[in-house]
């Protein structure tokens, strides 16, 4: 058997353990995480801790000390859903988008808009 047959074999045994792995664990191995990387690892975690799902994630920024979020966040369903409380949570996360810390920075009626600031 050549040397060029067994490398082939050894790539392809590497693809196929590297398939085996959950997505969030093979976008989290690298070096530092990519901002998307950042963002879904974020929602995953402020869900998995409030029991309540991200609708969206309104602000986002890198900082010296890892990355913060503003999410908001369905905290109470009603009918009609323009009567539904929202909520926006400031969310710290370290470089590698590990989970800090968060905090409820506002909450308010999905139909409300915020008052018009000069």
Known sequence: MSNTSNTSKTQSSRKSQEADKPEETKELAGDRPSPMQVLRHARTQLAELTG???????????????????????????VPDTMSLLASYRVELDPEGELTGYRRVRRYERGRADPHRR
């Open 52 to 78: 309540m799902a991200p609708e969206s994630v309104s602000s986002f920024e890198q900082t010296e000390d890892g990355w913060v979020l503003e999410v908001e966040v369905l905290e109470i369903a009603r």
